[in-house]
């Protein structure tokens, strides 16, 4: 029998980025459900244009596209639904879909626009049985599985700190509470993201963020120390006022040192040093061989098994997308209290983002 795969929300990362001549395909929900045997039989946007042309693109009869998610969820009922919209409407979509009967759901980051909204989902989720898959897509990347892999054997030795960083130009736009926060959030998520893949739980965070140009509303720039339970200090920056992108961490280990970033992997060994004597210097060295796997594709097969009902590990899953949404927030409560230090977890009714931007 035919699966129902619907798509709501068809902007940039639901399938206009492919248009991208530069990005390594596929590269939106659409690329990557297609790449993995696929097909969407219903959609919705907002924007009638737009929708119009992904029907075209997904050979969708007009029958099958909606502008009211609601109204796509009263008409349907996806086996399959890949929610791609802006954050503040992740949470009402989510759980409406739940209550509909949606058993697997692929969820645009960050997961929600609040903790307790993701509580919800979470909750919601388990009681009936519905699977959901965050798009922090970097956990599909085989380049970032073979760096976790190289940790977990010990390639660099203990690891004892790490440099993270996510740079970008400051916040632009209104600060909207309900989107949750500014660069950290938005695309800081997936930084934080992989530091929990790499390093496992955060115990504690202390951080600050900062405004150029305003008094109040989302940061320009972010930075904070975590400490995780086993150890590892983590030193984040995003935001930043840069006038380029820059998604990087540099992992130091006793024995040497991995730096991995958008497109690079690099990997440092001791060795005897040249110009000290008695001492060790990092020598770069070939890289471990990488089988190459797109990511969108792999997060999709993944799907595509849960939909067969194989028995598949959800790697980004709803929990995931908590902790690492409440890594974030914490780093915003944190500043707003002086740069005081945050034990995790922590109460969701503690963050008042209105307060801690100064929204009226």
Not at 42 to 52: G, P
Not at 171 to 196: A, F, M, W
């Amino acid at each position: 029998m035919a699966k129902e795969i619907s798509l709501i929300g068809c902007g940039r990362i639901g399938f206009i980025l492919e248009n991208d001549k530069l990005r390594n395909k596929p590269c939106t929900h659409f690329g990557g459900a297609s790449s993995a045997g696929l097909k969407f039989t219903s959609a919705c946007d907002i924007n009638r244009d737009r929708l119009k042309k992904f029907g075209l693109k997904a050979n969708i009869r007009d029958s099958g596209l909606f502008t009211d998610y609601k109204t796509l969820l009263k008409n349907r009922t996806p086996d399959l639904l890949v929610i791609s919209t802006w954050t503040n409407t992740h949470g009402d979509i989510a759980l409406q879909a739940i209550d509909r009967g949606v058993k697997i759901i692929v969820l645009e980051k960050p997961a929600a626009s609040s903790l307790t909204l993701t509580k919800k989902i979470i909750s919601e989720s388990k009681k009936n049985n519905c699977s959901i898959i965050v798009n922090h897509e970097r956990r599909f990347d085989a380049r970032y599985n073979k760096v976790k892999d190289m940790i977990d054997r010990g390639t660099i030795g203990d690891i004892k700190t790490v440099n993270a960083r996510m740079l970008t130009g400051p916040y632009r736009g209104k600060s909207y509470i309900e989107e949750g926060g500014g660069p950290l959030l938005h695309d800081g998520t997936h930084l934080v993201d992989i530091i929990r893949f790499f390093f496992g739980d955060i115990a504690a965070v202390q951080g600050e963020f900062k405004r150029y140009t305003r008094s109040y509303g989302f940061e320009d720039s972010a930075s904070a120390w975590l400490q995780s339970k086993d150890g590892v200090d983590i030193f984040l920056e995003a935001g930043g006022g840069r006038k380029y992108f820059q998604f990087e961490l540099e992992i130091w280990g006793t024995e040497g040192k991995i730096l991995i970033g958008n497109g690079y992997n690099r990997l440092f060994m001791k060795k005897k040093s040249k110009l000290y004597t008695g001492f060790n210097d990092l020598h770069e060295t070939k890289f471990p061989a990488v089988n190459q796997k797109n990511c969108f594709t792999e997060l999709y097969k993944s799907a595509a098994s849960m939909l067969k009902c194989k028995s598949v590990t959800n790697i980004s899953g709803i929990d995931d997308g908590y902790k690492a949404l409440e890594i974030i927030h914490a780093i915003y409560y944190s500043s707003h209290l002086g740069r005081k230090k945050i034990e995790l977890p922590i109460n969701p009714g503690c963050i008042d983002l209105k307060r801690i931007f100064g929204i009226r």
